[in-house]
C-alpha cells in the first residue's frame, strides 16, 4: 500500500482527498495548516459555476471547467449539495461591445461549450425579461450558477471520511525531505510517504521550494466584494463584455442562494497574500460600475461586505493570463499551481485528472 500526502484541505485537496481514496490501495492523509477545510482560498470563494467563456483553446482551465461544471451537477444531485442552475447574462452596454460578444462565444465554442449553451439576446428581448438592464446585446449562459462553497468542500470531506483519509489540521509543513521516501515534517510530527500532493493554493510556491522546485511564484491577486440591495428582483448572474486578456471580469453581479446579491469580486495586485483588511475606498468605483449596468440604483444601496485573494500565475506584468499548472515536477511529487478561478468548478475534474494521469486509476 502506498502513502499518499495531500498538502492543503481546500476545495481542491479536499476533492483529490475524496477521488482519491477511493481506491484501497492507497492510504491518503491531509494536512492542514489551519483549524477546518475551507478556512484559505475557498473561504472567500464566491460560489460562481463557471462554463468555460474565456480560456485559450486546449488550455487545463478550459478543459477542466466544462468538464468539471457537469460532473460538478452531478455529484451536487448525488451529494444534495445546495447549488442553483441560475444561468448568466454578459452584456453589451454600447453597440461597440457587441463584437466582443461574439468573440466570447466564439472562444466558449472553440474551447469545447456546448453551442446550446449559448444563446444571444438583442434589445427588445432583454427589455422585456430584464428591464432593470442598461444592455442593448447579451450573450445568455444557460448551464452558469452558484454553488455554496463550504458545502460543497465539506461534501469531499465527509466523503474522504467515509473512505479512511486521515486529516491533520492545525498542521504546518516547516521542511520536506527525499530519501527513499518523502518525509514532511511539520510542527505535529513527521509524516513518511511516497507521494506528495501540493495543493497549498496561496503558498503552493513556497511549497514547492521546500523541495527545491523554484519556478514557481504566485502573485496574490485580491478581490473585494460589495453588497447591493437592488430596488428589484435579479436572480441571473450578470457581466460586463470584458476585454480579452482583461484581469479580472469586471464589475459583475454574483447572488448566493439565500437571493442576496454582490458586486464583485474586482482584481487588484496585492503585495501580500493575507491583505483582508476592508476597503470601503472602492465604492464609488463598484457603483460607477454598476450603474453602467443597472437603472436605478443608488450609493446608499452598497455595503461593504468582504475580500478574497486568488493565486495567481500572472504577474503584474504580463499581459495574459496562465493556465493551471498540475505538474509532477519530481517523481512522486505533484505540484498543483495557480489553481485560481475556475478552481471551484473544475474542482472534480482536476482531481479526476491526477488520478487518470499519475495514478494510472479510472
Not at 471547467?65 to 452531478?74: F, V
Not at 430584464?130 to 458545502?151: N, R
Not at 465527509?158 to 521542511?175: G, P, R, Y
Not at 464589475?251 to 503585495?271: A, R
Request: charged share 25%; proline share 4%; with cysteine.
Amino acid at each position: 500500500m502506498s502513502r499518499i500526502v495531500i498538502i492543503g484541505a481546500g476545495i481542491v485537496g479536499s476533492s483529490l482527498a475524496a477521488l482519491l481514496s477511493e481506491n484501497k490501495k492507497h492510504e491518503v492523509h491531509v494536512i492542514e495548516k489551519n483549524q477546518k477545510i475551507a478556512e484559505g482560498v475557498t473561504s472567500r470563494n464566491s460560489g460562481v459555476i463557471h462554463s468555460g467563456l474565456y480560456y485559450a483553446q486546449d488550455s487545463l482551465k478550459a478543459q477542466l471547467c466544462i468538464e468539471g461544471q457537469k460532473l460538478l451537477y452531478e455529484w451536487c444531485e448525488k451529494y444534495k449539495v445546495p447549488h442553483q442552475k441560475t444561468g448568466k447574462l454578459i452584456i453589451a452596454c454600447e453597440q461597440v461591445e457587441e463584437e466582443r460578444l461574439y468573440q466570447i462565444r466564439e472562444n466558449a465554442l472553440r474551447s469545447g461549450v456546448d453551442k446550446d449553451n449559448l444563446a444571444f439576446l438583442e434589445g427588445p428581448k432583454i427589455q422585456k425579461n430584464y428591464p432593470f438592464l442598461k444592455a442593448k446585446y447579451a450573450l445568455f449562459v444557460k448551464e452558469s450558477g452558484i454553488v455554496d462553497p463550504h458545502k460543497y468542500c465539506y461534501s469531499f470531506y465527509s466523503k474522504a471520511l467515509s473512505n479512511e483519509t486521515d486529516f491533520h489540521f492545525l498542521c504546518k509543513v516547516q521542511e520536506i525531505e527525499k530519501k527513499n521516501h518523502y518525509t514532511v515534517k511539520t510542527n505535529r510530527g513527521e509524516l513518511e510517504c511516497d507521494f506528495i500532493l501540493n495543493a497549498a493554493g496561496l503558498y503552493a510556491d513556497e511549497i514547492a521550494q521546500l523541495v527545491g522546485i523554484h519556478k514557481y511564484k504566485i502573485y496574490p491577486w485580491r478581490g473585494d466584494y460589495f453588497k447591493i440591495n437592488l430596488p428589484y428582483k435579479v436572480d441571473k448572474l450578470v457581466y460586463p463584455a470584458i476585454k480579452k486578456n482583461a484581469q479580472g471580469l469586471g464589475v459583475h453581479l454574483t447572488l448566493d442562494l439565500q437571493g442576496s446579491t454582490f458586486l464583485g469580486p474586482d482584481v487588484e495586485f496585492s503585495s501580500s497574500k493575507d491583505d483582508f483588511r476592508a476597503r470601503e475606498d472602492k465604492k464609488e468605483i463598484f457603483f460607477l460600475g454598476a450603474s453602467r449596468m443597472f437603472e436605478d440604483i443608488k450609493p446608499t444601496m452598497l455595503s461593504y461586505e468582504t475580500c478574497g485573494i486568488r493565486p495567481k500565475l500572472r504577474s503584474p506584468t504580463d499581459t495574459e493570463e496562465k493556465d493551471f499548472v498540475i505538474s509532477e515536477d519530481i517523481p512522486g511529487f505533484i505540484n498543483l499551481v495557480g489553481l485560481e478561478s475556475p478552481g471551484l468548478t473544475a474542482a472534480i475534474a482536476i482531481a479526476r485528472f491526477v488520478k487518470q494521469k499519475y495514478f494510472h486509476l479510472l
